[in-house]
C-alpha cells in the first residue's frame, strides 16, 4: 500500500531520495509508486552506432573538402604571382635540352632537333687558304670545337704538313681565348715544317677556330701541358691572331 505521505513528494537532493535498491524494495511492499517520479524527467537515449558513424564520416569529408579547396585556391595564387609558366618554357627531349644549353634551340618549338652541326675550316694550300666545309656531331661547344680541330688537323695531315701522330690532348675555352694543349708530335712538326709553312698552318688553324666560334680571336697553344718557351721556328710563347703572333 502506498504511504500516503510520500505520494506526490519532492526530494529536496540526491541524498534524500531512496537509492534504485530500496526503491525496488519499497515498490515490492507497495510503499513506492512510479507516480512519484518527476513527470518532466526523460532519460537521455544515445543515438544509434551506425547513425553516429554517419555523422562522423560526414564531418570528416566536409573538413577535407574545404581543405582541399583551400589549398588550390593558394597554389592558384602563387602561380598568379610567379607567373605563367607556357609550353614555350620547357623543353620534352634531352636533344631540345642540350640545344638549350648550348644556345642552339630554334625559336620554333616545333621544329625538329639539329642532327649535326655544319663549320668551315681554312686549309693553306700554297700560297692560299681553301674553305672546306664539314658536319660535326651536335653537343656542347668544345665538343663541336674538338670535332673542328680535329678535321683541320687531319686535312693538314694529308698535306704532309703535320705527323700522323700529332694530335690535341685538351681543350680551354675562356672568351677570346683558346687554349690548346698540343702533343709533342705536333711541335715537332712545326720544327720540320720551318717558319714560313708553320705560319700559314698556325694563321689556318686560328681562322677556322675564329670563323666558327666567336668571339675567339686568340689561340695559345701549349704542349704537354706546358708553357712553349722555344721560339723557333715559330714563337709558341704568346698566342696567337689572325695577324700572327698577338702581343
Known amino acids: 500500500m502506498i ?32 507516480e512519484e517520479e518527476d513527470d518532466d524527467y526523460e532519460p537521455r537515449r544515445k543515438a544509434p552506432l551506425l547513425f553516429r558513424l554517419l555523422a562522423w564520416a560526414s564531418l570528416i569529408v566536409i573538413f577535407f573538402a574545404a581543405g582541399y579547396g583551400l589549398t588550390s585556391l593558394a597554389f592558384k595564387w602563387l ?6 609558366r607556357t609550353p614555350g618554357n620547357l623543353v620534352s627531349t634531352p636533344q631540345e635540352a642540350q640545344n638549350l644549353m648550348t644556345g ?38 668544345e665538343d663541336t670545337i674538338k670535332q673542328t680541330l680535329s678535321s683541320y688537323m687531319d686535312a693538314v695531315k694529308e698535306g704532309k704538313m703535320l705527323d700522323p701522330s700529332a694530335q690535341n690532348l685538351n681543350i680551354f675555352l675562356s672568351g677570346e681565348w683558346l687554349y690548346l694543349n698540343m702533343n709533342k708530335s705536333f711541335l715537332d712538326s712545326l720544327k720540320a715544317l720551318g717558319a714560313d709553312e708553320s705560319r700559314k698552318l698556325l694563321t689556318g688553324l686560328v681562322k677556322t677556330m675564329s670563323d666558327n666560334f666567336a668571339p675567339v680571336s686568340r689561340v695559345k697553344f701549349y704542349v704537354d701541358g706546358k708553357e712553349v718557351l722555344d721560339k723557333t721556328p715559330v714563337d709558341l710563347t704568346m698566342p696567337w691572331g689572325l695577324g700572327g703572333r698577338s702581343s
Do not use: H, Y
Not at 13 to 31: A, I, L, T, Y
Not at 108 to 137: K, Q, Y
Open 3 to 34: 504511504r500516503p505521505s510520500d505520494r506526490g513528494r519532492k526530494w529536496k537532493s540526491n541524498e534524500d531520495e531512496p537509492s534504485p535498491r530500496e526503491k525496488r524494495m519499497m515498490r515490492e511492499r507497495g510503499e513506492w509508486s512510479d
Open 79 to 84: 602561380d598568379g604571382r610567379g607567373g605563367q
Open 104 to 141: 642552339s634551340r630554334s625559336p620554333d618549338a616545333t621544329a625538329p632537333p639539329e642532327t649535326s652541326v655544319t663549320v668551315s675550316i681554312s686549309v693553306p694550300e700554297g700560297d692560299r687558304f681553301v674553305t672546306r666545309r664539314i658536319r660535326c656531331a651536335p653537343g656542347l661547344r
